[in-house]
């Protein structure tokens, strides 16, 4: 073998084994980000302040409906703290589309959520409707929320 | 230069022009979103409801506040029309922070944003909050809007 058939055939491979792990990263990816998506929700139903707000990136944000931006870690926390108190409240969601890009460091989950808790008068409400979250992966290999948002399905002030 | 020395060689290239292909992908890519971002705002002030349903991907869909998810471009269409003969109508909105995957196939646009419309006695409703789109590179090179999300800053009931 010729020094430039050795170059044009470790190309060729190197195009097939790059274009073949990009495929592969990308359901990867998603599986990954799936799993983020669904760990984040059990620190959420184990009303865990810390862990919850642990998968918030550096500068992520949470943008809740009828509110200002959730900046950083620490603002997250003090609203998932106020949150967490509420009486009976519970938090579910269900991811419906998650996808990654190719090179498997973005990608986002969607789909639905649940809430409910109760009043005051102890009477239970139920909030549901659907949410983005934009994941990005971190240098230590785990994903991370860039942005997160929501918002309700119901008619205003239901 | 022997067939093994060549290959190392070609990999090692390789490895660099990848590398930095990947870094000029993705803010070159984080810069054709943010174009179409405005784009499609572009599209929202000219109330050209074709126009701007044509930025929503296949499958794609819109999640407003208080409603149910919009889903494909006929709903959308629909949605935007109504959305449109408001009187008064005024939709404009600032992205923020513009991210896309190194493989420059998926990435999102995040902002404020600001609405206003007039009400029937004619007096002027002013509106501002947050959204999140995330935008996927079509086969034809042009980046759509996979999910399109947002909320209101002000108390429910504004």
């Not at 990009?22 to 990954?32: L, P, R, T, Y």
């Not at 944000?61 to 200002?68: C, F, K, L, Q, T």
């Amino acid at each position: 073998m010729k020094a430039r058939e050795a170059i044009v055939l470790a190309m060729m491979v190197l195009t097939v084994v790059l274009a073949a792990s990009g495929q592969e990263g990308n359901a990867k990816a998603a599986a990954a980000i799936r799993k983020a998506d669904q760990d984040w929700m059990a620190a959420f139903a184990a009303k865990d302040v810390n862990q919850a707000a642990s998968f918030v990136a550096p500068g992520g944000a949470m943008y809740e409906p009828n509110a200002p931006a959730t900046l950083g870690q620490e603002a997250i926390k003090k609203s998932l703290g106020g949150m967490f108190q509420m009486t009976g409240e519970k938090l579910t969601w269900t991811p419906t589309l998650v996808e990654a890009a190719k090179s498997g460091d973005l990608g986002f989950s969607s789909g639905t959520y649940e809430f409910s808790f109760k009043d005051p008068s102890g009477k239970t409400v139920n909030d549901k409707g659907k949410y983005v979250t934009v994941w990005k992966k971190q240098p230590d290999g785990s994903w991370k929320v860039v942005r997160d948002i929501f918002n309700s399905d119901l008619p205003a002030g239901h």
